[in-house]
């Protein structure tokens, strides 16, 4: 079978018969429920010969049904951890198939073998050492011990993270770069954190502790120091923007500016409104549907429940009696519906 780097050079027949045939092998070694049709379709394509006609249309279809059972695996992870890729013997069959973790495990072993070697000498010093402070062999020793806690750090993340996607057999060998960017941003945090950033001295705590501690911490977490820099660079700014009060009056300014250019806007478009139904008054339309205008109207301005039809009261008598409000009449909150007849004196 090739290998996964020489994928990408081999057809779509043969892509699609390696990734099937290596899910169908996993499925079946992990105990799945592998269909029989579909276990002698791959048969079938595999025993073709280079010029024999093969059912693609039937290895997709394959192809498709196994990637729902072995998910969350991928193909070209099952690939990529076959039992073909496996290194034969030795360190590489130790550390795995997978590039990304022998190479990491290469650079954290370093990193603790480099932390230990510093360690041994006495120039490693127990009080907080700074870049202006100290000078010499001295200093030296202890930027490579923050810088090996720092790559300490960073590596045990990776590794962590990247195990995860080896046990699920979802592994993307084509993000390695992006987690040696991560590997290498972990490294300059320890030491960003270590030495201009002055936390150490806001803890109190003992110097040796407190400087390798925070090597350790921003190696495995390029993202917090990430953030720190940000609120301090937020608070530098602040001084520069005026205090707190200043920025709430802005921020209240601003927010009455939005309102007021949203009432305007509101206010236009009712005017706009109003002039159609002038217009359509003017030119005699039907009163049914200026009143299903107006409703409209009233609607983007009151909710619906302040239009629901309201019907008059019952008459006290009969001679008060009069003809009841029109159906359809339109209520608003607070006013009270009256009768045309109601409105006009009684003779008498």
């Not at 996993?26 to 059912?55: C, F, H, I, Q, W």
């Not at 249309?57 to 196994?66: G, S």
């Not at 205090?243 to 709430?248: F, P, Q, R, T, V």
């Not at 005017?271 to 003017?282: C, I, N």
Request: aromatic residues 4%; proline residues 6%; glycine residues 6%.
């Amino acid at each position: 079978m090739p290998s996964h780097s020489a994928s990408s050079t081999i057809s779509v027949r043969d892509q699609l018969m390696q990734e099937s045939i290596a899910m169908a092998q996993y499925a079946l070694a992990s105990g799945m429920n592998v269909s029989a049709a579909a276990a002698a379709t791959l048969e079938r394509a595999r025993a073709a010969s280079a010029e024999a006609p093969v059912d693609i249309a039937a290895i997709v279809k394959v192809h498709d049904q196994l990637c729902k059972l072995v998910a969350p695996a991928t193909p070209r992870a099952l690939l990529l951890l076959g039992p073909d890729h496996v290194p034969a013997g030795g360190l590489k069959a130790m550390l795995g198939s997978v590039g990304l973790v022998r190479r990491m495990m290469v650079a954290a072993i370093g990193s603790i073998v480099v932390y230990i070697l510093v360690g041994l000498s006495p120039d490693v010093s127990a009080t907080p050492q700074t870049v202006q402070s100290g000078k010499g062999i001295p200093l030296l020793l202890n930027e490579l011990a923050w810088l090996s806690a720092a790559a300490m750090g960073a590596s045990f993340a990776i590794l962590m993270q990247v195990s995860g996607y080896v046990v699920k057999r979802n592994y993307d060998p084509r993000y390695e770069p992006s987690y040696w960017i991560k590997f290498f941003l972990g490294v300059m945090a320890g030491f960003i954190l270590v030495q201009l950033v002055p936390l150490s001295r806001m803890t109190g705590a003992d110097g040796e502790l407190s400087q390798l501690m925070l090597a350790l911490i921003g190696g495995f977490s390029a993202s917090a120091v990430f953030r720190i820099l940000t609120r301090l660079v937020e608070a530098v700014e602040s001084v520069f923007r005026g205090d707190a009060k200043d920025e709430l009056v802005r921020r209240e300014n601003d927010a009455r500016s939005r309102a007021s250019e949203e009432t305007a806007q509101v206010k236009l478009g009712f005017a706009a409104q109003v002039v159609r139904l002038q217009q359509e008054v003017s030119t005699g339309a039907d009163p049914a549907s200026l009143t299903a205008r107006l409703r409209e109207m009233l609607a983007a301005l009151v909710p619906d429940s302040a239009l629901e039809p309201v019907e008059a009261p019952a008459p006290a008598s009969a001679e008060t009696a009069r003809e009841a409000a029109p159906e359809g009449t339109i209520a608003l909150p607070g006013v009270n519906v009256v009768s045309d007849a109601a409105s006009q004196p009684v003779a008498g």
